[in-house]
């Protein structure tokens, strides 16, 4: 069983940050990549970041210049630091990782719970 926990959602004025957390417990062998998604009211999931291999990361563009994604791979954690924050940042904020559970084994996506993210004045 792999687990997913993300914690750092809230409510904050537009401009604020926000700093999000997922850590990843579980049987696993190796994490891939590690990001996040997000699903405003009304629609779609969407991509958000990744980190991929803990080296190299890629952003929406919705969120270049004020996200930043990061991993510290001794905690099998990852964080999203939002800076800037408008209200069409607004959405609940899903944790991703692709992981293999042995080595050369077939990498699999695991989904956290999700922390609520509003920006609100």
């Known amino acids: 069983q792999v687990q997913l926990v993300e914690s750092g959602g809230g409510v904050v004025q537009p401009g604020g940050s926000l700093r999000l957390s997922c850590a990843a417990s579980g049987n696993f062998f190796h994490i891939n990549a590690m990001g996040w998604y997000r699903q405003a009211p009304g629609k779609q999931r969407e991509f958000v970041a990744t980190s991929i291999n803990g080296r190299n990361a890629s952003y929406a563009d919705a969120v270049k210049g004020r996200f930043t994604i990061s991993r510290d791979n001794t905690k099998n954690s990852v964080y999203l630091q939002m800076n800037s924050l408008r209200p069409e940042d607004t959405a609940v904020y899903y944790c991703?990782?692709?992981?293999?559970?042995?080595?050369?084994?077939?990498?699999?996506?695991?989904w956290g719970q999700g922390t609520r993210v509003t920006v609100s004045s």
């Open positions: 991703n990782a692709r992981m293999s559970s042995r080595l050369f084994g077939p990498l699999n996506d695991y």
